[in-house]
């Protein structure tokens, strides 16, 4: 193993698969590394995107279309780059491309595609379709979406309506150009985790003064025969007959329930020359015989060279006590099974964004019509989200502001109603964003926990009603809130709750206490009486950060699908339809 650890009470937490757990979750860095590298945490997914079509228009004479699908994305100036073509499918008005574009799908950013039907002409039939020149064939139609509307969906399929380039906007008078269907899956062959719960007897003393430290690493073994670490225990100090914290091993991590697994056992060395005590290889299948059958393996130790490479029998043995295997659903699937991403919008009113009529106000509406930075991050995290939210009606408030012709209030709907708080749309938010600027007086201070409570009141009452949702309450704010401790409050008794909060700091101020709300950067949160935050809810960055650097949406985002995981495993709500 290495150098893999500096000092002995850092080494022995750094050997742990399964680290002193602060939370509910049980998963080690071996399993929590492999669901994130493939997605589960909602940041980057594959997703395979396969194609079909109906009511092509016919452009042969003779015979029917021959149709081919190419892709297109959208960069970041706007223009499209081809990146994917299927095979041509002849004589068909109704074709089923069998070829699949597979993609990488980012939560917090919007991946427009553009499709391309085209009819492929009969003397072009033998080339290969990367080198056929698409402006030799015959355009049949074409559509474009986001790929987030594409997942979104309950079944992962969206059917577009194809039109000719020249009709990209639709109207009355299109012709009818047939219909383009694109379904998305995710790419996993298992999402099937083993718990296991392992223990060894009589292991021998590797320590002059006291009994070995052990701890077990866990490799797969490759086609060239070499051995990769996937997983590892906690060290056991002093102890010859160590029983170790829970381990998980994806199915898919380690090849198949029948691929190889050397598991072998050390003696902890706070040099990180640990000594290999024993090893034993099995599949997990083998492991699961061995809980079954309550059987004990002998662990072997590699004689040295020049002693006939056999390897020698240890009275040692190692048990497996538990072993279980659950799935572990991901961001993808439960928006499969029709759960929704509610996005809710508060907006800090308070005098110290300066007056919204001059040009130095960051409420400043500029007649040319570039956004200020309110308006940028409504705008940017509305156009993310907005996809995940079946009615896209918003409920939005401002806070810090005083009506006109009554007190000061810490939260009030943005479209001025006093009997309802949604918005059709992030263009009717920004148009009550508008609005209230020219209808309410700034004021002060600046307070997060009412609007913090009216967006956790609307989350309970959801949970109550059993809905598949989860909030989303972006805060966008000048300054510092000076009821710190209040906002702890609300936050923690809305740890329980289906919600995130995202909070943009806008302007010059010193947003280092806001930064303690956002576990990221600190302790979990804990409450006046002492109670701490069952989860991280909150995700905090100021906008001046990231104006010229990653995009402000992918900052604020990027832990929003691990947000929604933490809050669906810990109350053990699947996915089911």
């Known amino acids: 193993m290495g150098n893999c650890c500096s000092d002995v009470g850092g080494g022995m937490t750094a050997i742990g698969g399964t680290a002193p757990s602060t939370s509910t979750s049980n998963q080690n860095d071996a399993a929590d590394w492999y669901f994130k590298s493939h997605g589960i945490h909602g940041i980057f997914s594959q997703i395979e995107l396969s194609f079909s079509a109906t009511s092509l228009r016919d452009r042969d004479v003779f015979s029917k279309s021959d149709p081919m699908v190419v892709v297109y994305i959208q960069e970041r100036d706007g223009a499209f780059t081809e990146v994917f073509r299927t095979e041509v499918v002849l004589n068909s008005l109704n074709p089923t491309w069998i070829t699949k574009y597979t993609i990488t799908y980012q939560f917090e950013i919007v991946q427009i595609l553009l499709f391309r039907v085209f009819d492929v002409d009969t003397q072009f039939h033998n080339v290969e379709v990367k080198m056929l020149k698409l402006e030799e064939q015959q355009s049949l139609g074409e559509a474009s979406c986001a790929l987030s509307e594409i997942v979104s969906k309950p079944n992962r399929s969206l059917t577009l309506d194809l039109v000719q380039r020249e009709e990209s906007v639709p109207s009355t008078h299109s012709q009818h150009r047939g219909k383009l269907t694109v379904h998305a899956e995710e790419c996993f062959s298992s999402k099937t985790t083993a718990e296991m719960t392992l223990k060894c007897l009589n292991l021998e003393s590797k320590d002059l003064f006291s009994k070995s430290d052990p701890f077990l690493v866990i490799s797969k073994v490759v086609e060239s025969g070499m051995s990769i670490p996937v997983c590892k225990t906690e060290v056991s100090k002093n102890d010859l007959n160590p029983t170790w914290k829970p381990v998980f091993l994806n199915i898919q991590q380690v090849g198949s329930k029948d691929s190889p697994l050397v598991i072998e056992c050390f003696n902890f060395n706070s040099n990180g020359k640990h000594d290999l005590i024993g090893k034993v290889q099995k599949s997990l299948a083998d492991l699961e015989k061995l809980?079954?059958?309550?059987?004990?393996?002998?662990?072997?130790?590699?004689?040295?060279?020049?002693?006939?490479?056999?390897?020698?029998?240890?009275?040692?043995?190692?048990?497996?006590?538990?072993?279980?295997?659950?799935?572990?659903?991901?961001?993808?699937?439960?928006?499969?099974?029709?759960?929704?991403?509610?996005?809710?919008?508060?907006?800090?009113?308070?005098?110290?964004?300066?007056?919204?009529?001059?040009?130095?106000?960051?409420?400043?509406?500029?007649?040319?019509?570039?956004?200020?930075?309110?308006?940028?991050?409504?705008?940017?995290?509305?156009?993310?989200?907005?996809?995940?939210?079946?009615?896209?009606?918003?409920?939005?408030?401002?806070?810090?502001?005083?009506?006109?012709?009554?007190?000061?209030?810490?939260?009030?709907?943005?479209?001025?109603?006093?009997?309802?708080?949604?918005?059709?749309?992030?263009?009717?938010?920004?148009?009550?964003?508008?609005?209230?600027?020219?209808?309410?007086?700034?004021?002060?201070?600046?307070?997060?926990?009412?609007?913090?409570?009216?967006?956790?009141?609307?989350?309970?009452?959801?949970?109550?009603?059993?809905?598949?949702?989860?909030?989303?309450?972006?805060?966008?704010?000048?300054?510092?809130?000076?009821?710190?401790?209040?906002?702890?409050?609300?936050?923690?008794?809305?740890?329980?709750?289906?919600?995130?909060?995202?909070?943009?700091?806008?302007?010059?101020?010193?947003?280092?206490?806001?930064?303690?709300?956002?576990?990221?950067?600190?302790?979990?949160?804990?409450?006046?009486?002492?109670?701490?935050?069952?989860?991280?809810?909150?995700?905090?960055?100021?906008?001046?950060?990231?104006?010229?650097?990653?995009?402000?949406?992918?900052?604020?985002?990027?832990?929003?699908?691990?947000?929604?995981?933490?809050?669906?495993r810990s109350r053990e709500i699947k996915p089911c339809s």
Not at 390 to 411: L, N, Y
Not at 515 to 526: C, S
Not at 539 to 564: K, M
Request: aromatic share 10%; proline share 5%; net charge negative.
């Open 291 to 568: 809980h079954t059958g309550r059987e004990g393996e002998n662990l072997i130790l590699p004689t040295p060279v020049g002693h006939d490479n056999q390897n020698k029998a240890l009275k040692s043995k190692l048990f497996v006590e538990k072993y279980s295997e659950t799935v572990q659903y991901t961001f993808l699937d439960y928006l499969a099974a029709g759960f929704e991403l509610n996005f809710m919008v508060a907006i800090d009113f308070t005098a110290s964004n300066g007056n919204p009529r001059l040009p130095d106000s960051l409420h400043y509406i500029d007649p040319s019509g570039r956004l200020n930075a309110y308006q940028k991050a409504i705008y940017e995290v509305g156009e993310v989200l907005q996809f995940y939210d079946a009615d896209k009606r918003f409920p939005a408030w401002g806070f810090g502001a005083r009506p006109i012709d009554g007190p000061v209030s810490h939260c009030f709907n943005l479209n001025g109603s006093s009997n309802y708080c949604e918005v059709e749309g992030i263009r009717g938010i920004m148009m009550a964003y508008t609005s209230a600027l020219f209808n309410v007086s700034l004021a002060g201070p600046t307070l997060f926990g009412h609007v913090i409570n009216r967006a956790a009141m609307i989350a309970s009452q959801s949970l109550a009603n059993d809905a598949k949702k989860y909030f989303v309450l972006l805060i966008i704010t000048d300054g510092v809130i000076t009821d710190l401790q209040e906002t702890k409050d609300a936050l923690v008794k809305a740890s329980d709750l289906p919600l995130s909060i995202l909070i943009v700091g806008v302007g010059g101020a010193d947003f280092k206490e806001m930064e303690i709300l956002d576990a990221d950067k600190g302790e979990r949160l804990e409450s006046s009486t002492g109670r701490v935050a069952s989860r991280d809810i909150v995700q905090f960055v100021p906008f001046r950060d990231v104006q010229n650097g990653p995009s402000v949406v992918q900052e604020l985002l990027a832990e929003l699908p691990s947000q929604f995981l933490a809050y669906m």
